[in-house]
């Protein structure tokens, strides 16, 4: 709901607090450092959530209370969105009221943890242009989609154990690759990939054997993080049949370290997602209710370690938006607990290789490079199929309209470390 915490007109005493930036007082992302617990960004800064309870800055009911001064977000999480909403509200008062400097903490001091414990992962496949260019070049002479991909949103599940936050290293993985003209072999990746992805982190679970319905779905899920799921190319051609990805994709998955809640995302909102003539009517239980699209726009930039070295900016490869997704993340939490699933507080679900229907929107090597056909010239005098050793990959992603205050998620980025 749009309330007066979204108004354009709306600045705070903190530098930097308001206006462009990624996190001004119309946003207030959640996060979680290794010193302070708690933290929550405005500016260039960060309420350190402990301080400013101890010191009567924030006052809220025992339970609340407890939940803001933990090491993770999960049990604040658990309290549900009407608790969210209200802690939002006396943030944002803090901020927009009497300065109270020594609440505060430097961003750049900051060493960011995951912002929750994640028991579960669920990594979607969930952008038709995405799917389309997949199934195009692997199936070039059958339907580029699966039957039953216009039903329903395809999944599968990741592994939460090597879900880490961004600025971690990547150690390109081993695996077992079969080259055309041999047996299988165990060698380093040689086709290491990113992919453009959101995650929607779940705020409130539901019981085994219950569904979590479409008109209800978003109020569950507590806020959206930029996601970068690693994946090896030539690991995953060899095993993905019959039961689809395992280590070409269980090795690590980067994520931002700020949750921008569903609440500040509620100027962007939007209804769908579209269906396209002749696309199969969505099944009852699935049909969408509240507007659950979210207009977040994003793009991807690459840089070698020699370009670094030499000072030369990063090289944009990507420029895409969430609401390029068939299936919502609203969708997706329905169809995850169609059967009973049981959902808990801190769970992730990832909504799948985000792509457009131009080349500059597609959202991994894989499709960029048409399986490594159309390699990109780098600044450095370099080419790229695929991820190279020293090479940076950085997503970064903001909201913006003509009435809504732009609000960022930071960015996502990942060095590549040569195999072990």
């Not at 607090?17 to 933290?39: A, E, H, M």
């Not at 060698?187 to 990939?193: F, G, N, Q, R, Y």
Request: aromatic share 8%; proline share 6%; net charge negative.
């Amino acid at each position: 709901m749009i309330d007066h915490t979204h108004e354009t007109s709306a600045t705070s005493w903190v530098e930097m607090g308001s206006g462009r930036t990624d996190f001004p007082i119309q946003n207030l992302p959640w996060g979680v450092c290794r010193k302070y617990g708690i933290v929550v960004a405005i500016g260039e800064q960060a309420v350190v959530l402990r301080e400013a309870i101890s010191r009567g800055r924030l006052q809220f009911a025992d339970d609340i209370t407890s939940a803001l001064t933990q090491d993770s977000l999960n049990s604040f999480m658990a309290l549900g969105h009407e608790v969210w909403t209200l802690v939002r509200h006396e943030l944002f008062a803090l901020l927009s009221g009497t300065p109270c400097p020594e609440v505060l903490c430097s961003i750049s001091d900051l060493q960011l943890m995951l912002p929750a414990a994640i028991g579960d992962y669920t990594d979607f496949y969930a952008a038709r242009n995405h799917a389309t260019n997949v199934g195009k070049m692997f199936r070039p002479d059958g339907d580029p989609l699966m039957p039953n991909y216009l039903h329903l949103p395809v999944g599968y599940h990741g592994r939460a154990s090597s879900v880490v936050v961004s600025g971690t290293e990547i150690r390109r993985p081993n695996g077992q690759l079969k080259p055309d003209d041999s047996a299988p072999i165990f060698a380093p990746c040689k086709l290491l990939d990113y992919e453009l992805e959101f995650g929607a982190f779940i705020g409130t679970g539901n019981k085994m054997g219950n569904r979590v319905p479409m008109d209800d779905a978003m109020e569950h899920i507590f806020g959206i993080v930029i996601l970068n799921d690693w994946s090896a190319r030539d690991i995953q051609k060899w095993e993905y049949q019959p039961l689809g990805p395992f280590n070409a994709k269980n090795f690590a998955s980067s994520i931002s370290p700020w949750i921008v809640t569903i609440d500040a995302l509620a100027p962007f909102r939007q209804a769908g997602p579209a269906r396209l003539d002749g696309d199969p009517d969505v099944l009852e239980y699935l049909l969408p209710i509240t507007h659950d699209v979210l207009d977040v726009s994003c793009c991807v930039s690459i840089s070698s370690e020699k370009m670094r070295g030499e000072n030369l900016p990063a090289m944009q490869l990507t420029t895409s938006s969430l609401n390029n997704l068939t299936w919502s993340f609203a969708q997706m939490l329905a169809h995850h607990t169609s059967t009973g699933c049981p959902m808990n507080s801190g769970d992730l679900i990832g909504s799948g290789t985000i792509s457009g229907e131009t080349k500059d929107s597609r959202g991994c090597l894989l499709e960029f490079t048409w399986r490594g056909t159309e390699p990109i010239d780098m600044p450095d005098g370099t080419q790229r199929r695929f991820l190279q050793d020293g090479d940076e990959l950085t997503i970064k992603a903001w909201c913006e309209s003509e009435s809504a205050a732009r609000i960022g998620f930071g960015a996502c980025s990942g060095i590549i470390l040569p195999a072990n």
